[in-house]
């Protein structure tokens, strides 16, 4: 039939071509050539940058990864044996492992279905788990906690009861921490140490970033630190004109 054959042929290049991606995504990857259009990870630049899905930016990633510890995983991609999803698998639950077992593992893995790999990685329900759904008026939690935690909870439940239930209880919670950083009403400091940044001060810094990187394109709201624009070690102090902030990706980049 026709059609079947032209279908095989492109599937064909639709292997090839993943493989011809993640061999430019590696070049990526590795001189972390993404920082400089503005991305604070490959990840970020697979999202914003090439505008995939964060599910497969997350695979692409991982693929990436493993493979820059085990090359052949591409040809067992281009081949068929292994799929980005059970590459994507092996990167999360073997990322500690060394070398040589993670090879294992993979071989183990060639040709098997996606509810087989699962089955290969079962592991127990973590003791804490938050499930997120968003709608357009409203995000729904569900939190599951072990009978221990719970049991903890229904303590502090007990003694603030005179002030909260359970939902006004993370809700005070939730403010109490971001209260800490709205003080932004920082003195000059008088500390000779120009690494000696006040919890004011730095909120100040903060702030006026609106809580994301300043980096060129960047705006990561993840892993921010407040940076020196001049370093330290070429005289620069923490005057607070001298103080910026970076997601730490950028601030690695900028040295």
Do not use: W
Request: charged content about 35%.
């Amino acid at each position: 039939m026709r059609i079947h054959n032209e279908l095989i042929e492109l599937r064909q290049k639709e292997k090839r071509i993943t493989s011809e991606i993640l061999n430019k995504l590696q070049e990526m990857e590795d001189g972390r050539r993404y920082l400089e259009l503005g991305h604070p990870s490959l990840f970020g630049y697979l999202v914003r940058g090439l505008g995939y899905s964060e599910a497969t930016a997350y695979q692409r990633q991982a693929c990436v990864r493993l493979a820059k510890e085990i090359p052949e995983i591409k040809q067992k991609i281009d081949q068929g044996s292994l799929t980005l999803s059970a590459v994507t698998t092996a990167f999360k639950h073997l990322r500690k492992k060394p070398v040589a077992e993670k090879r294992k593992v993979l071989k183990i893995m060639e040709n098997k279905s996606s509810r087989e790999i699962k089955k290969m990685f079962l592991e127990p329900t973590p003791t804490l788990k938050i499930k997120k759904t968003e709608y357009v008026d409203k995000v729904h939690l569900r939190l599951e906690l072990t009978h221990e935690q719970n049991q903890r909870l229904e303590k502090l439940k007990a003694l603030k009861s005179h002030q909260h239930n359970v939902e006004s209880l993370l809700v005070n919670l939730i403010e109490k921490e971001l209260k800490a950083y709205k003080n932004t009403e920082f003195k000059v400091s008088k500390s000779k140490n120009p690494r000696q940044i006040s919890k004011r001060l730095r909120n100040d810094v903060l702030k006026a970033a609106d809580y994301k990187c300043q980096y060129p394109g960047c705006e990561s709201k993840y892993f921010l630190q407040v940076d020196h624009i001049l370093p330290v070690r070429n005289g620069g102090d923490q005057r607070r004109e001298n103080l910026q902030v970076l997601c730490s990706s950028h601030n690695h980049h900028k040295g």
